[in-house]
């Protein structure tokens, strides 16, 4: 999606999507997005596609035929051919995975689980579910639509007016993703990933500092590719979930999670955390404990087949079952110095787990912590600022300070000198000076996504 | 039992489970407005209404319930079919 190619294709669409007449507009968006996946994928991925779509529309379908009590070993047909080809490909044929897989087939079990709790109606025109299926933005790595939220949009999408102030924020969305990949995303991978490709040679500071810079790499890839899919949509008159809501400023575990990856842990809340926790109710304050490690678990599983990502998934799970085992009565707000506390105790979580979650095993994890405590600053900082140079390096914490600083203001950011950007001449100036410094400044070699992965 | 009347047994629930002795159970009530109200809590807050009014809320229902509002009309209805 960071390609002259793309940017193209999408002027082409969206100018065809908002010229040609309404009742055309999914059929375009259907065509665009058919294009967009023949054009990324092989003839298994396109298959694989194709069959989520026809598979669930039909089992869809049948679903809505049957009486709400009846409907059950319908979804688990559903359900279970669904998963079955989404864990064929991931455990059985991993490096033939077709790309977005864990997300279209989501995507797809959303609308089947809400109309077996009839919480949509069934669709009955199969390019409006192809379409919501398989939305081009969205397709790589989510957001993962839910069918209660995205299926009414497209099924009214051909009276929605064209707005000028949609594309304008549609536009400025994806602005502001290009900027969080190529200016802080890739630049920060330039330092995060020949440590953590060769974890062996690099002790001390020279693990530590990518470490420290590791999950803001993370953050600004993943929030990146989330604001230009989001921003993309927008400007079609679509609107995505959102993914992110400032996670690096949260308080807690339980608050992390509310704010991280949102479109899947609330889809994971919604169809494994609930139905699990509420059915062990029983058992008192092990039934949420118990919901936790199967919803953690089972995100360590789609998000691939590594022993890391269960250790990951089970650092998290365990933190907030020590965080929902000690819960205590709280009338009074956090003070400044509690709120600052426990954000530093976050970041430090999110530190030790994103190494895990970025080693290549489990012996590699053992391997950078041991030399993390290898400790010779001078020396260490004289290599890394040999290897980096000065001005990388200290622009590099600049940028994770400001992705932080921004993190833990609520709102709206507010930056200085925003009553001048008021202006409309003065915003396009400011937009001009963005992409030019993309353009300049930015690292545009790579198109891959982390996520993109999964 | 009216729907005043389960809302009134339903306050000092919530302020139990959701530790806030001021807080008044109303029907436009969601998560959103409690502190502490959350996927984790919802599971005790649950268990603790059906152990008073002694019912067994469905996962179909639980799942759709929107406000506060909806939880007082299942909590009618399953009190009434239990009586009936």
Same mark, same amino acid.
């Given at each position: 999606m960071i390609s002259a190619t793309f940017l193209a294709f999408f002027a082409?669409?969206?100018?065809?999507?908002?010229? +040609?007449?309404?009742?055309?507009?999914? $059929?375009?968006?259907?065509? +665009?997005?058919a294009a967009f996946y023949i054009h990324e994928q092989t003839i298994a991925g396109i298959a694989s596609l194709a069959g989520i779509v026809v598979f669930g529309y039909l089992v869809g379908r049948r679903m809505g035929? %049957?009486?709400? *009590?009846?409907? @059950?070993?319908?979804?688990l047909v559903g359900v279970a051919g669904e998963l079955g080809? @989404? &864990?064929?490909?991931?455990?059985v044929?991993?490096? /033939?995975?077709? %790309?977005?897989?864990? $997300?279209?087939? $989501?995507?797809?079990? /959303?609308? %089947?689980? *809400?109309i077996y709790y009839d919480m949509v109606p069934v669709e009955r025109r199969v390019?409006?579910?192809?379409?919501?299926?398989?939305?081009?933005?969205?397709?790589?790595?989510?957001?993962?639509?839910?069918?209660?939220?995205?299926?009414?949009?497209? *099924?009214?999408?051909?009276?929605?007016a064209f707005s000028y102030d949609d594309v304008a924020e549609g536009l400025r969305l994806m602005l502001w993703g290009f900027a969080q990949k190529v200016l802080i995303a890739n630049r920060l991978a330039e330092i995060t990933d020949p440590a953590f490709d060769n974890p062996a040679g690099m002790q001390g500071l020279m693990i530590l500092v990518p470490a420290i810079l590791l999950p803001f790499q993370i953050y600004c890839d993943f929030a990146g590719y989330t604001d230009i899919a989001r921003g993309a949509a927008r400007t079609l008159g679509i609107d995505l979930l959102p993914n992110f809501e400032h996670p690096y400023g949260a308080t807690s575990p339980s608050d992390l999670w509310r704010r991280w990856h949102m479109s899947l842990y609330g889809w994971l809340t919604d169809y494994v955390y609930t139905p699990i926790a509420m059915g062990a109710r029983?058992?008192?304050?092990?039934?949420?404990?118990?919901?936790?490690?199967?919803?953690?678990? %089972?995100?360590?599983?789609?998000?691939?087949?590594?022993?890391?990502?269960?250790?990951?998934?089970?650092?998290?799970a365990l933190v907030l079952s020590v965080e929902v085992w000690r819960r205590k009565a709280r009338t009074e707000p956090l003070s400044r110095g509690e709120i600052f506390l426990r954000r530093c105790a976050i970041m430090i979580l999110l530190i030790f787990a994103d190494i895990v979650f970025r080693a290549r095993s489990l012996p590699e994890v053992g391997l950078i912590l041991t030399n993390m405590a290898h400790l010779a600053p001078a020396a260490q900082l004289r290599e890394l600022l040999a290897m980096h140079g000065a001005s990388h390096l200290i622009i590099a914490f600049a940028m994770a300070a400001l992705i932080q600083i921004i993190q833990t203001r609520p709102g709206p950011v507010v930056v200085p000198g925003?009553? $001048?950007?008021?202006?409309?001449?003065?915003?396009?100036?400011?937009?001009?000076?963005?992409?030019?410094?993309? &353009?300049?400044?930015?690292r545009l070699d790579t198109d891959t996504f982390l996520y993109g992965a999964f | 039992m009216t729907r005043e009347e389960i809302k009134a047994q339903l306050t000092p629930i919530f302020q139990t489970v959701f530790k806030n002795p001021a807080l008044v159970v109303q029907d436009q009530l969601v998560a959103a407005d409690v502190p502490g109200w959350d996927s984790l809590s919802n599971v005790a807050m649950i268990a603790e209404v059906e152990k008073h009014f002694k019912i067994r809320v469905k996962l179909r229902e639980i799942l759709k319930m929107k406000n506060v509002g909806d939880l007082v009309d299942c909590i009618d209805r399953s009190v009434a079919s239990r009586a009936g």
């Open positions: 082409v669409v969206v100018i065809v999507h908002w010229a +040609a007449p309404p009742r055309s507009r999914v $059929f375009i968006l259907l065509a +665009a997005s035929s %049957l009486p709400e *009590d009846r409907r @059950l070993p319908t979804l080809m @989404l &864990i064929a490909y991931k455990y044929a991993p490096s /033939s995975s077709p %790309l977005g897989i864990s $997300f279209f087939t $989501f995507t797809s079990l /959303s609308y %089947l689980i *809400d390019a409006n579910y192809a379409l919501y299926v398989s939305f081009f933005p969205q397709i790589v790595s989510g957001p993962i639509a839910r069918a209660t939220k995205l299926l009414p949009q497209i *099924d009214a999408h051909e009276s929605r029983g058992l008192g304050r092990l039934a949420p404990i118990l919901g936790l490690w199967t919803t953690f678990l %089972l995100s360590a599983v789609w998000h691939g087949t590594k022993l890391t990502y269960i250790a990951w998934a089970s650092i998290h925003v009553r $001048f950007l008021r202006a409309r001449p003065a915003r396009w100036v400011a937009y001009c000076l963005v992409f030019w410094a993309i &353009i300049y400044f930015g | -």
